[in-house]
């Protein structure tokens, strides 16, 4: 077997699969169909200060080779998953990383330190594709000063290792990459979804409640990876890449493009053992091309 642990900041993984926040719940929702212990990490839900009910319904739309969601980031707040949710995963033996999410950078630092406070969470990813809120609604994430903010405001006030997760709509990704390594983050993690929209042409409507949402699924992989390619160039800190992976050999394209770990996210509602069929098939692959270890292969493209 080959070796396949890998290094995020300070987090040790067992294994580079990790699960992509919004689709697998807490956790334990998934306990029944793959064994917990055994993933590199899991990425929570996005996680606020405050509860929100999130967005109308409808929130999803199936479109070919992908779904889009505007499902809010609907989540019953910090203080909930510090007190109800926490004392049931802390001893389960993985990396558990909550996704944090705010209106402002603010909102992120406050959310962030409570959940430094937890000892068996070792890590959070930030979702800057939020809305600034005191900026006219522009999301942190596509601007460097709005980014910067956010990462600047939470490692004042978080101490362990810090992954920004960052959004594709934008011209250029790299220098957002760059712009929250010199802000403090450990890693970073991309693609977040793309925004798109579908029609009924039926009932000659919008699909989705507020008419646009984030599109997510194999139809994304191309812009991935190329995203992924092109910030691994650009900063030296771990990239994790995810966007429509499906197949061990789709996460294989990302750690050749310069991934160190990847996430896999709508495919869990496919099939909600995939991540261990993943971590299975990267191993199975790297023994069939005599590779002793995960590491060798990343960034192998060149």
Known sequence: MAKLNVQIGKLELQNPVMTASGTFG??????????????GGIIVKGTTLHPREGNDYPRMAETPMGMLNCVGLQNKGVDYFCEHIYSQIKDIKT?????????SPEDYAECAARIDALEHVPA???NISCPNVKDGGMAFGVTCAG???VVRAVRERYSKTLIVKLSPNVTNISEIACA???A????????NTLMGMAVDIEKRKKMLSIGTGG???????PVALRMVYQVAKAVRIP????????TAEDAIEFLMCGARAIEIGTANFIDPAVTIKVRDGINDWLDRHGVADVNDIVGAIG
């Open 26 to 39: 807490y956790g334990l929702e998934f306990q029944d169909f793959v064994p917990l212990d055994q993933l």
């Open 95 to 103: 990396n558990w990383i909550v996704n944090v999410s705010g209106s």
């Open 124 to 126: 959070i990813e930030l």
């Open 147 to 149: 980014a910067e903010s």
């Open 180 to 182: 929250v390594e010199a």
């Open 184 to 191: 403090g983050s450990d890693a970073v993690s991309l693609i």
């Open 215 to 221: 599109l997510s699924g194999p139809c994304i992989k």
């Open 239 to 246: 990239v994790i890449g995810l966007g429509g992976i499906m």
